[in-house]
């Protein structure tokens, strides 16, 4: 299908991907993609983790080269060596992780790698006039003068999209941008959108929140395994439908059925205080208890002292004031080992960094954390024979796609290293599961089996402390909800009851409704 | 750790071998340029390993370059280097040697005199290694930069001590100084080989025990775990139990007893005094046949031999007219290629492997979900 910039008709589209495919060793990432972006509208790409979204939007953005395929901008065939020939012909990517340098002004993040210079010396002035420009014109309500450390993540991410508009960028890629975003400002966010879209950009708009997509997008194209596999229009789909589109079956959804809370209290927090290492309380005051069979799910915007909390539980950090009790014992200053070996299971919420080890065998990650208990050893020895047998059992009953329990852990997907982590701390019966994000990045297969081992292991007397950012997850999962706000917990709430819009204005501290 | 397989011992060779491949290409350009015939050299070699002599005395300097790699791989198998295995074994050496050389100890028993000579140098080596872990534990500081500092300070302490006013006693008949000699009770006797004027260190089991005590602890009990589990990934080991501290401070203070034990065989079975010509350096040859020997027992073993062989075919060099300083080239082209050859096969095996599980599972994984 040819496109020519035909003058009256369509105008070509800003971005076309034809027949993309990009094959790693052993990996296939990408075949036969095909997406039409037009020019000027919301295009969203949506997709599981895995299916190849990011790869596709790294060779949009000259980060990869594609093995196959052809990718046109505004009808004109182009090869892009390099980010910067994506940026020359007018595309920018905000990523999913800022990339600012938090100690700089906007003005000075916003000019990093293109300095404005009059002569030899560098031009401020021109500068900080062309921020205010573009911040007016797409109403972005930037400040160039402000340190970016004082800025908040939605402000962040606008000083990330008026970064890239201030290179030039007619068509932007955005990489899940809500992920760290509360509802409140994903609403903004959305605004900034629509005021680009009016202003003739064109936006590619990566996520897989489909109910954000159905609200912003004009064109949508779903992924799975590495192809595309429909392009529909919002209007057309229901949420539910995208959603089985992009697993290619039915869905599972969090929920617990009956109650199973005793009033036998497992974790006891009273008065939790923690000082971070510049002197700021991270942890102001916590007080909350878990009972057996209970699940006490804390929701709050990322870095709100949910990592400090979980650290000082497991004993990684020590509180400067308040007391921990499990079952009756005090274990406020209590070692990790003792922790772990009284009961305490960990699922963290960053696996790569305190979860597993790539480098060591998937058995080797079974001892991990049970190196001191059976059936991983006998006294100071190693019983690699029972290690060996639990690790096959692991795999069996949390369906862990391996070939065998001696590859490995770096050659397993995250979703199989993240069943075989919460395989192995719901081994050794704990009574106190601490769960970060335990669903996060894995698939919907492996999202509902760990949803069901947790609710069976809840029905067993397991206590559970739950950290998410997926709210659907927290108010599915949990017996009660808190939420933390800047190192306290300032409400609580019956998940039954509650809405993610409330627990969204809750955990911004926007618009308390007390 | 990981499989058995023919392919994990094919890919587990090819790094050193080619390595060694590539350091005697780059050897035998040097040679021609300079002059001199490639072919001669290999010649020269060649006619010194059938030597029993030259065997004899590789296997001597291999014993000793295997003790300080495995005082040295205890470090880098939890990321921790201990550049000090030199100091720590020049102290040790010296001090056990003013021990086992005093009047007092004349009237023991040799197998506790050795064994208290034994014991002795580890201790001084793990002391000595204790301040750097003692400083890194409890002010942060770099065990790089205090071994080396300690190091230095070793040399000047040593030379401090090997003094006739204190612990040392002059030569007659040369200008050397050092420690009492020891007598035959406290030695440890050497084994005849046929053919060879020298003999066989007696320590030569020594190191063979402290080989299988490293692959031991290594891989069959909870410490080596965690050891190997604090190298892979401190924050997860943390998060597992794992107290960072305490294991900095065991494996710093294994490491300087091993490091204590690498003048033994030369003190105990040749030298039988420190003086000051007792060979210096060993701790950094230590590094290179760690780094050879991929931290391996057996790899390390290896490694010793190759560079015990090295060095003392250099001897026949000279005589067949070839520069001796040649073998110290081909060491370091050795080390620098098989750093970059351990990292290529590395990577190859981290990619045969998702290969393998793709094909194991039935299709190929997507390349978010390998690197997730």
């Known amino acids: 299908m040819p496109t020519e910039p035909a003058a009256g008709g369509e105008p070509a589209p800003a971005v076309e991907l034809s027949g993309i495919t990009k094959r790693f060793p052993g990996v296939t990432a990408n075949s036969d993609v095909n997406i039409t972006v037009r020019a000027g509208t919301v295009h969203a790409l949506v997709g599981e983790n895995g299916a190849g979204k990011s790869t596709l939007m790294k060779i949009l953005y000259g980060m990869q080269q594609p093995d196959e395929g052809q990718i046109r901008i505004g009808g004109v065939p182009t090869a892009f060596g390099s980010p910067a020939d994506a940026i020359k012909a007018g595309i920018g990517m905000v990523h999913q992780h800022f990339m600012l340098a938090d100690n700089l002004t906007v003005l000075e993040n916003v000019v990093l790698g293109s300095e404005p210079r009059a002569g030899v010396r560098l031009d401020f002035r021109a500068a900080r006039e062309r921020i205010r420009e573009i911040s007016a014109a797409y109403s972005l309500n930037v400040d160039p003068d402000r340190v970016v450390d004082d800025l908040g993540v939605g402000e962040r991410q606008r000083v990330e999209i008026l970064k890239v508009l201030y290179r030039g960028a007619r068509t932007l890629i955005l990489d899940e941008p809500t992920a760290v975003l509360v509802p409140q400002e994903v609403d903004e966010l959305f605004g900034n959108l629509r005021e680009l879209k009016a202003e003739g950009l064109t936006i590619v708009f990566i996520s897989h929140k489909l109910d954000e997509v159905l609200s912003v997008a004009d064109d949508i194209t779903v992924m799975r395994r590495g192809t595309t596999v429909a392009s529909v229009s919002p209007r057309e789909v229901t949420s539910r439908q995208l959603a089985e589109l992009m697993v290619g079956s039915a869905l599972p959804v969090p929920e617990l059925r009956d109650s199973t809370v005793t009033d036998r209290p497992v974790l006891t927090v009273t008065g939790l205080t923690v000082t971070g290492a510049d002197g700021r309380t991270v942890l102001d005051g916590l007080s909350f208890t878990i009972h057996a069979g209970e699940v006490l799910g804390i929701a709050g915007v990322e870095g709100n002292g949910q990592a400090e909390l979980v650290e000082a539980l497991m004993g990684i950090r020590t509180p400067t004031a308040g007391t921990v009790r499990l079952g009756g014992e005090n274990i406020t200053r209590a070692s990790t080992r003792h922790r772990r070996e009284a009961g305490i299971g960990y699922v963290p919420e960053d696996r790569h960094r305190q979860g597993v080890l790539l480098e060591a065998t998937l058995w080797e990650n079974r001892v991990l954390g049970h190196q001191t208990r059976r059936p991983s050893s006998r006294g100071a020895l190693l019983d690699l024979k029972g290690a060996k047998a639990d690790t096959e059992r692991i795999v069996r009953d949390y369906d862990v796609r391996t070939p065998g329990i001696g590859v490995h852990a770096s050659a397993l997907s995250g979703g199989n290293q993240q069943k075989l982590i919460v395989g192995r701390e719901m081994s050794a019966d704990p009574v106190l599961l601490i769960a970060s994000h335990p669903t996060r990045g894995v698939d919907v297969g492996a999202q509902a089996a760990i949803w069901e081992h947790i609710r069976r292991a809840r029905a067993e007397h397991l206590a559970v402390l739950l950290i998410s950012a997926d709210l659907d997850e927290l108010i599915g999962m949990s017996d009660t909800l808190a939420v933390i706000l800047r190192g306290r917990l300032v409400a609580d709430y019956d998940p039954s009851t509650v809405t993610p819009e409330q627990l969204g204005s809750a955990m911004t501290g926007a618009g308390r409704e007390d | 750790m990981g499989r058995f397989s023919p392919r994990s011992l094919l890919l587990g060779l090819a790094a050193p071998l080619g390595a060694l491949a590539f350091a005697v290409l780059v050897c035998a350009v040097i040679l021609g340029v300079t002059g001199h015939s490639p072919l001669d050299t290999v010649d020269a070699m060649v006619s010194a390993a059938q030597r029993p002599r030259t065997f004899v005395n590789s296997l001597n300097s291999a014993t000793t370059y295997y003790l300080a790699a495995v005082a040295v791989a205890i470090g880098f198998k939890m990321k921790l280097f201990n550049i000090g295995v030199d100091g720590q074994y020049r102290l040790a050496a010296m001090l056990s040697a003013a021990l086992a050389g005093a009047t007092f100890m004349e009237g023991l028993p040799s197998f506790l005199r050795v064994a208290l000579t034994v014991v002795a140098a580890m201790l001084v080596g793990a002391g000595w290694a204790g301040v750097a872990a003692l400083l890194k534990v409890t002010r942060g500081v770099s065990e790089v930069i205090s071994t080396i500092m300690l190091n230095a300070i070793a040399t000047y302490l040593v030379s401090y001590l090997l003094n006739p006013a204190r612990l040392a006693e002059d030569r007659p008949g040369s200008n050397n100084v050092g420690t009492r000699p020891i007598d035959g009770g406290g030695q440890v006797a050497g084994l005849e080989i046929p053919g060879s004027s020298s003999q066989l260190f007696g320590l030569v089991f020594l190191a063979a025990l402290v080989g299988f005590g ?159």
């Not at chain 2, 597992?240 to 079975?269: C, D, R, T």
């Not at chain 2, 003392?312 to 073998?327: H, T, W, Y």
């Open chain 2, 214 to 372: 490293y692959w031991f602890v290594l891989a069959r009990t909870r410490f080596g775990f965690e050891l190997k589990a604090t190298g892979l990934s401190e924050s997860a080991a943390v998060a597992s139990g794992v107290s960072v501290k305490k294991m900095v401070l065991v494996s710093m203070l294994l490491s300087g007893a091993v490091a204590g034990l690498v003048g033994m065989p030369q003190l105990l079975g040749s030298s039988y005094s420190y003086s000051l010509d007792f060979p210096p350096g060993i701790g950094f040859i230590g590094i290179a046949v760690a780094l050879l020997g991929r931290n391996h027992p057996v790899g390390m073993a290896l490694a010793a031999l190759l560079w015990g062989f090295l060095d003392n075919s250099s001897n026949s060099l000279d005589v067949a007219g070839v520069p001796r300083e040649i073998v110290g080239i081909m060491q370091g082209v050795i080390v620098l290629s098989v750093v970059v050859a351990y990292e290529l096969v590395r990577r190859y095996r981290v990619r045969a492997e998702q290969r393998d599980v793709g094909t194991a599972l039935g299709r190929t994984k997507t390349a978010e979900e390998a690197s997730a």
